[in-house]
């Protein structure tokens, strides 16, 4: 089974600074997503197939990466932005997720 | 527009059972895979639970497996989660998931399932 490793697991920053999370696998992976949650809600989708945003998130926000390491690149961070991020790929029947990492001011 | 309505959920003492729905509409429900993810408070999401389309096949993370079955009623457009034999730790909210690709793209808003000690 695939294991991803998110980190840093908290990243304070403040509005306007650059955001860089990464997701690591344990094996390779074809595609990975990212989704952002805030507190009370269920997680949304940003970034499928590693670097395609999904149609209306703002396209500061950036997913790239290949095999087993990946990133999600905020460029100027927006109070909204505030939040915890999740990485996820599908395996055979069933999907991982990563621990988040938590981006806060 | 997609919408998945979990319900079902509430307290349970350890040992016991629960049967959580997922009422499905504005997609063609019939023609989706579908999963259960859940959160424990303050903690990540953590998959639970996979159905074929058409019911064909199902997967189960370890963590569930043995006490927990998925199914569905397409007619109905309804998916189901029974749980047997819960535990302190299965405490979470548990989200119905639409998968789009490799990648959920739809959630429900999640319902809370608490099992008391």
């Known amino acids: 089974e695939i294991v991803l490793t998110q980190s840093p697991a908290t990243l304070s920053l403040s509005p306007g600074e650059r955001a860089t999370l990464s997701c690591r696998a344990s094996?390779?992976?074809?595609?990975l997503a990212w989704y952002q949650q805030k507190r009370g809600q269920a997680p949304r989708l940003l970034i499928y197939?590693?670097?395609k945003r999904l149609n209306g998130v703002p396209d500061r926000f950036r997913g790239s990466g290949s095999g087993t390491d990946f990133t999600l690149t905020i460029s100027s961070l927006e109070p909204e932005d505030f939040a915890v991020y999740y990485c996820q790929q599908r395996g055979h029947w069933l999907l991982t997720f990563g621990g988040g990492t938590k981006v806060e001011i | 527009q997609v919408q998945l309505v979990e319900s079902g959920g509430g307290v349970v003492q350890a040992g016991g059972s629960l049967r959580l729905s997922c009422g499905a509409s504005g997609f063609t429900f019939s023609g989706h895979d579908m999963h259960w993810v859940r959160q424990a408070p303050g903690q990540g999401l953590e998959w639970v639970s996979f159905?074929?389309?058409?019911?064909?096949?199902?997967n189960y993370a370890d963590s569930v497996a043995g006490r927990v079955t998925i199914s569905r009623d397409n007619s109905k457009n309804m998916l189901y989660l029974e749980m047997n034999s819960l535990r302190p730790e299965d405490t979470a909210i548990y989200y119905c998931?639409?998968?789009?690709?490799?990648?959920?793209?739809?959630w429900g808003q999640g319902i809370l399932v608490t099992v008391s000690s």
């Open positions: 159905i074929q389309y058409d019911g064909t096949n199902k």
């Open positions: 197939d590693t670097s």
């Open positions: 998931a639409k998968p789009s690709g490799s990648c959920i793209d739809s």
């Open positions: 094996q390779s992976v074809n595609y």
